[in-house]
């Protein structure tokens, strides 16, 4: 059974870059169609995506956050991590690690819908 | 942001059907089928549901079912039970710039 695990400092400072690792069990990264990413949900609030890669290299990026995000993959060690530039108090979040499927529609892959998930990882930022 | 539009709460008894909604445009629920939907426990990591307008994955309730008219997408829990009490997100991809979209979310209270 595929499983995802979160990890890294709980807090980080403003201006600051955060960092994250998501650990897959069960499965390999290189699995045809599917991706993997990072989804967030501030405290009280809503769910945000932010991105998701596949091995090839292949990426999608919420545009609001593209220009700070980097998402790379480790296929040796079965992980994948994210790093979050220039952070701010609006960054503090539950951070989410989750597998993204996708399907096949004129010759590109769309993404489908995110499966398992990790527990998540709060990240507060401050000073 | 753009986000998709659901209720903030529904709620219904023990045993009745509810149907939570998720009302979109033609470039995301409207022009495809790639919907989902997803429970979250309080202090939980979102849960898959429903996937692909109507899909269940393997494990979840029959009692959990999904649809889809026009640009809105229908989440509908049938003999409700105290353990649905969640929030619930519905998901899309758009032809947008954005790619994915969630839901604010709906809070369900199982009276």
């Known amino acids: 059974q595929l499983q995802l695990q979160e990890s890294g400092p709980g807090l980080v400072e403003p201006s600051e870059t955060l960092s994250l690792t998501c650990t897959v069990s069960?499965?390999?990264?290189?699995?045809?169609?599917?991706?993997w990413g990072w989804i967030r949900q501030p405290p009280g609030k809503g769910l945000e995506w932010i991105g998701s890669v596949h091995y090839s290299g292949s990426t999608y990026f919420n545009p609001s956050l593209r220009s700070r995000v980097t998402i790379s993959l480790d296929t040796s060690e079965s992980q994948f991590s994210l790093r979050l530039s220039s952070v701010s108090a609006a960054d503090t979040a539950v951070y989410y690690c989750a597998r993204l499927a996708t399907r096949y529609r004129s010759g590109r892959y769309l993404p489908a819908w995110f499966d398992p998930w990790g527990q998540g990882a709060l990240v507060t930022v401050s000073s | 942001q753009s986000v998709l539009t659901q209720p903030a709460s529904v709620s219904g008894s023990p045993g009745q059907s509810i149907t939570i909604s998720c009302t979109g445009a033609s470039s995301d629920v409207g022009g495809y089928n790639f919907v989902s939907w997803y429970q979250q426990h309080p202090g939980k990591a979102p849960k898959l549901m429903i996937y692909d307008v109507n899909n269940r994955p393997s494990g979840v309730s029959n009692r959990f079912s999904g649809s889809k008219s026009g640009n809105t997408a229908s989440l509908t829990i049938s003999s409700l039970q105290a353990e649905d009490e969640a929030d619930y997100y519905c998901?899309?991809?758009?032809?947008?710039?954005?790619?994915?979209?969630f839901g604010g979310g709906t809070r369900l209270t199982v009276l």
């Open positions: 069960g499965g390999s990264l290189t699995y045809n169609g599917y991706y």
């Open positions: 998901c899309s991809y758009t032809s947008s710039s954005t790619i994915v979209l």
